[in-house]
């Protein structure tokens, strides 16, 4: 794939209601889940097998950061950098509906479940998402958040460039 | 630091009204936004000096996702490594208040904003904190989310062991 996709992006009015996206990512090894922990969540449960086997989780569990992490990362890579997203204000929910276990792949659900114009500029709307991740049918993870993407105005060169 | 910290661990009835912590996080690198976001979030304003400088954002910024993870480590360490927390349901909101450039130093505060037992288990309770992030005194992010954490009750080894 590109670094910066060179297709024509997509703009605010591209994306109409119905919009969703699905992606499958492979489980993790303990090793990647103890190398994420180590660096960004040293909790006992996510960093060594045998003191998780002490706690209510049983064995080894991924960082929840770490699931947000790549649950979001093929969506950007597939809808963002094809897109004139600009950025996002923060996140309304993330909900880690269970554990994620080694090895375990996710399913992964995108959609769009809301879209607006900016009340104040034209050159931008707000399009927001829900994301679901499942371990066969268990729901695992799920994340809710805005995107600011730029609008067919947004995108025209200023006047003085024509 | 010690990896897994073996004084007395406090449980849901050590975190009283008014508990709070501050930290100090040195600023980022380019290189250091760079490597995050091509990981974890691989958009153009995220991994390239020169497609950064064409956005709104003027420059290479830090990913939201990196900020977020940064400002989380040193209260795991201090205070959840610390503690008989065993995880957290999700996070009920994250504010990216303005753009994390690099070489800029975070100034961080959290503190407890809510606390209740379990209404159905008396071995656990929830703790609410807010995480707030700013650069000299501007307001850059923020986080809120309930930790669950083991009661006195919830500690107790059980009577078979006794």
Same mark, same amino acid.
Request: with cysteine.
């Given at each position: 794939?590109?670094?910066?996709?060179?297709?024509?992006?997509?703009? &605010?009015?591209? &994306?109409?209601?119905?919009?969703? *996206?699905? /992606?499958?990512?492979? %489980?993790?090894?303990?090793?990647? +889940?103890?190398?994420?922990?180590?660096? $960004?969540?040293? #909790?006992? &449960?996510?960093?060594?097998? #045998?003191?998780?086997? %002490?706690?209510? @989780?049983?064995?080894?569990?991924?960082?929840? &950061? #770490?699931? #947000?992490?790549?649950?979001?990362?093929? @969506?950007?890579?597939?809808?963002?950098?094809?897109?004139?997203? +600009? %950025?996002?204000?923060?996140?309304?929910?993330?909900?880690?509906?269970?554990?994620? /276990?080694?090895?375990?792949?996710?399913?992964?659900?995108?959609?769009? +479940?809301?879209?607006?114009?900016?009340?104040?500029?034209?050159?931008? %709307? $707000?399009?927001?998402?829900?994301?679901?991740?499942?371990?066969?049918?268990?729901?695992?993870?799920?994340?809710?958040?805005?995107?600011? +993407?730029?609008? *067919?105005?947004?995108?025209?060169?200023?006047?003085?460039?024509?």
């Amino acid at each position: 794939m590109e670094k910066f996709p060179t297709e024509e992006k997509k703009c &605010f009015e591209d &994306f109409t209601e119905g919009f969703n *996206r699905g /992606y499958e990512i492979p %489980g993790l090894s303990t090793t990647e +889940i103890i190398e994420f922990a180590t660096l $960004y969540d040293p #909790q006992r &449960f996510h960093l060594d097998a #045998q003191e998780a086997a %002490g706690t209510h @989780f049983g064995s080894l569990v991924a960082s929840g &950061f #770490q699931t #947000q992490l790549l649950c979001f990362k093929p @969506f950007c890579l597939d809808v963002l950098n094809r897109s004139w997203a +600009i %950025g996002a204000p923060g996140i309304d929910s993330i909900k880690w509906l269970r554990p994620w /276990y080694p090895g375990e792949a996710l399913s992964i659900k995108v959609t769009l +479940i809301d879209r607006r114009p900016s009340a104040k500029r034209h050159d931008r %709307g $707000y399009l927001r998402f829900k994301l679901g991740a499942a371990v066969d049918s268990l729901p695992t993870f799920s994340m809710e958040w805005v995107v600011i +993407i730029l609008t *067919r105005e947004g995108i025209k060169p200023p006047a003085s460039q024509l």
